[in-house]
């Protein structure tokens, strides 16, 4: 799942690392591409970063370790040193040439976030746009929201094989909307549902994903056939079924598992592929989370035990 994106050719540059790190891709917004990437060096190469091709784009970084006494570049020119604490989130734009002296370990998550992004999400929602986000170079924030996104795709990021787009097409749609509103002064984008998707929209859509157990499929692929944005199908999704769909495919793998060990002859492993798992250890840890027993016992049991809901 992940890819070495563009971005992430980018960060190899600007960071002087050795590979480019891999990237979790969406392009959940008009078709633009949106990534997270994970850096860290621990022995870097000391030295003034390199430079992003100047775009109208923005990059939010959320620092994963301390970074003191940071110089701080833009447009060519020293304007300031900072500290740079642990779990602070970062907002650079990239039409202003952001850099840094490169002189300590580092460890950092870094978001792409183009305006054509921002645009879509606007677009979508029908709310003016978002001019400008509060970019001040070397103003930290703390943003529990991001921490908690960021978390998130980094467990992701580790664990490819078992990270299904609609997850990652979810957390970035999710990220897009808060930065919007938090640092580019958006409204809500909370968009009228009235009760969610149409019984049809409902079963057809959870036919789409039943069909692609292993996740595949992106929210703007299942979305645009309903002639619907990804935010309001995303809404309107969990209106009706009480979860969003990346979740709704969990438990409907958990599901068909549990139809799969009944059939005599078949391992745990043959069940954690047929039911759009990476491996038997992703399954057992799905499983075991949701329904509060390993799979072996519940099979060993031969009964159902009350499921974790959340």
């Not at 924030?141 to 998130?152: F, K, N, P």
């Amino acid at each position: 799942m992940t890819q070495a994106s563009a971005f992430g050719r980018s960060l190899r540059q600007f960071l002087h690392l050795r590979d480019a790190p891999p990237s979790l891709i969406t392009r959940s917004l008009r078709g633009v591409e949106l990534a997270v990437t994970e850096t860290r060096d621990d022995n870097p190469v000391p030295g003034l970063s390199g430079s992003f091709a100047p775009e109208d784009a923005f990059v939010v970084s959320l620092k994963l370790h301390d970074y003191p006494d940071c110089e701080l570049w833009e447009n060519g020119k020293c304007v300031m040193k900072a500290d740079v604490p642990a779990g602070a989130t970062y907002l650079y734009d990239l039409k202003r040439d952001p850099r840094y002296v490169i002189d300590k370990p580092f460890h950092s998550l870094f978001f792409y976030l183009p305006r054509s992004a921002l645009d879509g999400l606007t677009e979508q929602s029908r709310v003016p746009r978002v001019r400008q986000l509060a970019c001040e170079l070397g103003v930290g924030h703390d943003d529990t929201v991001i921490r908690h996104i960021g978390a998130s795709l980094q467990e992701g990021l580790r664990r490819p094989d078992e990270t299904n787009q609609l997850f990652i097409d979810h957390m970035m749609l999710a990220l897009t909307a808060h930065v919007a509103q938090a640092y580019g002064g958006l409204q809500s984008v909370t968009e009228s549902i009235r009760g969610g998707l149409a019984p049809w929209q409902v079963k057809r859509a959870c036919e789409r994903l039943e069909s692609d157990l292993r996740g595949k499929l992106s929210l703007a692929k299942i979305a645009a056939e309903f002639d619907l944005s990804v935010s309001h199908f995303s809404r309107a999704f969990r209106v009706s079924t009480g979860l969003p769909p990346h979740q709704w495919l969990l438990r409907q793998r958990v599901n068909t598992a549990k139809q799969l060990m009944g059939v005599r002859g078949l391992s745990l492993a043959e069940v954690a592929i047929a039911a759009g798992f990476a491996n038997q250890s992703h399954f057992t840890r799905v499983f075991s989370s949701m329904v509060g027993v390993s799979p072996g016992m519940w099979r060993r049991d031969g009964q159902d035990a009350p499921e974790n809901e959340t």
